[in-house]
């Protein structure tokens, strides 16, 4: 997934037009002021279009004779885009957002744990398993318990052996991380490895409803997790 931050003046360009339009501080329909723009961002003109040509590939904004360059309608944007879900977690996870991505993720991993079950070799068993491990070692640690989760879930997508669901993994991982910085970023004795150690052993197994279940059961879980952590935000 491309990520504009850490790529000096013009990556900063993107990031801070992009947040401005995708939290609504710059209305959809809205003409941008570029030389306003230019001067406030302290950038060269050639770098703001540079920028703003990313955001026009991401359906973001267009540029017309007589009106100039504008915030196309939400319906035109490039939602299933990597960096369009992160610009939108970019102020801490949306609660709407993530809400949409858990139904994106109860549609596709059930069916991707299925055919994993199905298709899968013993090296991506192993993945798997080397997912586990990293799981297990991660307890007690947030940062790294993301990065296992995030590991696990593009070793399931990648032992469908399906390209299309592999590229999947740029619609969730952005939502799968802030969820699993919500959850984990908070002090919890849970232990998430059961739950996903299940899908693996159906996947082993071969068992196709066997490991959708168990997906099921861990994705429900998932939903559990984050409508608890709401429960004590919203008891403080």
């Known amino acids: ?52 040509k990313v955001l026009t590939a991401k359906g973001i904004v267009d540029a017309r004779q007589k009106r100039g360059t504008f915030v196309r309608p939400r319906a035109d944007w490039n939602l299933l885009d990597g960096d369009v879900i992160r610009w939108q977690f970019a102020d801490g ?28 070799t013993p090296e991506d068993v192993l993945t798997l398993d080397a997912a586990l491990a990293e799981m297990t070692e991660a307890h007690g640690d947030p940062s790294a318990a993301v990065a296992a989760d995030l590991t696990f879930h593009r070793a399931l997508l990648a032992a469908t052996h399906n390209e299309l669901l592999v590229r999947m993994e740029v619609v969730m991982e952005t939502g799968l991380a802030e969820r699993d910085r919500l959850v984990h970023g908070r002090d919890s ?12 052993d159906a996947i082993r197994a071969g068992d196709e409803s066997a490991a959708e279940t168990a997906m099921r059961d861990l994705l429900a879980k998932a939903v559990r997790d984050v409508e608890k952590v709401r429960g004590q935000k919203g008891s403080q």
Do not use: C
Not at 96 to 110: N, W
């Open 93 to 120: 996870a949306d609660p709407r957002l993530l809400d949409k991505l858990q139904e994106v993720r109860a549609i596709i991993e059930p069916a991707a744990a299925r055919l994993a079950a199905a298709r899968s």
């Open 1 to 52: 997934m491309a990520q504009y931050a850490g790529r000096g003046v013009h990556g900063q360009t993107v990031e801070v037009i992009a947040r401005r339009i995708l939290s609504g501080e710059i209305a959809e329909g809205a003409t941008l002021n570029i030389a306003a723009l230019q001067e406030e961002l302290d950038v060269s003109l050639t770098a703001l279009r540079e920028a703003l």
């Open 189 to 200: 004795d849970d232990d998430p490895v059961p739950s996903h150690r299940a899908v693996v």
